[in-house]
């Protein structure tokens, strides 16, 4: 069983800058996918950003080139965030997936689940 943790989320401005991380509690070497999602209450949790084998990454249209996601080592993912916009409110949600996902973006196919952490953006 894999645990996943989160961390950075806070209160920041528009146009700030913050960063995620999501710590794994074993070694990750088993973990192909590791991804971000995002959810605001009432909806849907959304796509956010994905990284598997390879460096290869994945990122939504509504982040795409203000965010980055990165697996720094075998146990820590993160998420850096820059030009934060207010619709970037959400719980933030690190995921990760040991067998082969053929759509990085659909959130049913993960495996592992952390507790979220929360990030506002004010204006």
């Known amino acids: 069983q894999v645990q996943l943790v989160e961390s950075g989320g806070g209160l920041v401005q528009a146009g700030d800058s913050l960063r995620l991380s999501c710590a794994t509690s074993?070694?990750?070497?088993?973990?192909?996918?590791m991804a971000w999602f995002r959810q605001v209450p009432g909806k849907e949790r959304e796509f956010v950003a994905a990284?598997?084998?390879?460096?290869?990454t994945k990122y939504s249209d509504s982040v795409k080139g203000r965010f980055t996601i990165s697996r720094d080592n075998a146990n820590t993912l993160s998420l850096q965030m820059n030009s934060l916009k207010l619709e970037d409110t959400a719980v933030y949600y690190c995921?990760?997936?040991?067998?082969?996902?053929?759509?990085?973006?659909?959130?049913?196919?993960?495996?592992?689940w952390g507790q979220g952490t929360q990030v506002t953006v004010s204006s």
């Open positions: 995921a990760a997936g040991q067998g082969v996902i053929f759509n990085p973006s659909l959130a049913r196919d993960y495996d592992y």
């Open positions: 074993d070694s990750t070497l088993s973990i192909v996918f």
């Open positions: 990284t598997w084998t390879g460096g290869i």
